[in-house]
């Protein structure tokens, strides 16, 4: 009697043991993760995953620097290059036909242009909107512009750090390196001191922070 006692109670314990390690088995299989791949031999992961990062803002040309040299077309389609107007300072002034503070600005630089050209200024125009030419074309002959207005790109915007701002404008000097540059709207009297500084080729404080 004693010995089918313990017989039945091994048997139990056996069956019992069995199930726990299938029951452990199977909690063990559930905790691991997934290893199943698409057509493409990717893991559900690689999809949701996203490694791209923004690019980051191109950097801006210090002030000493040589200025960046572009060749941009203008209102008629002939080809531009920067470099041609070495020599001469340049005031590189990027607008668009939509910035307010733009409007306010073009005319101090018609003003400045006409009392500086004959020392030796040029001041250059670059549109940077998506105007077809004759908009961009009449919007410059109702301001009264009298220098030359290019179309800008994207590259060229990215060669100038990228534009946080409009207008922003590049003051060079004779030899084509940068004496000042600002974004965003600057007093008649600010842009004319910068001007100064490129005829004479001497670095100012940053046009912005005056």
Known sequence: MKRSIILAVSVVLAVSGLLLAKSSGLLQNAAKPSTATDEKGQTPDAHSKDNSA????P???KIGAAAPNFTLANMKGDKVQLSSFKGKAVVLDFWAT????????????????KKYGPQGLQIIGVAMDDAD?????E???KMGVNYPVLRGTESVAD?????DGLPATF???????????GVGLMSQSVIEDSI???LQGTPAHSAGGK
């Open 159 to 163: 060669l100038y750090g990228g534009l």
């Open 139 to 141: 919007f410059a002959r």
């Open 196 to 198: 100064k500084h490129a």
């Open 98 to 113: 939509w910035c307010e503070p733009c409007k306010l600005e073009m005319p101090w630089m018609v003003d400045l242009q």
């Open 54 to 57: 923004p690019a980051p803002n």
């Open 133 to 137: 030419d004759k908009t961009i074309t």
């Open 171 to 181: 003051f060079l000097d004779r030899s084509g390196k940068i004496v000042d540059e």
């Open 59 to 61: 950097p801006t040309p």
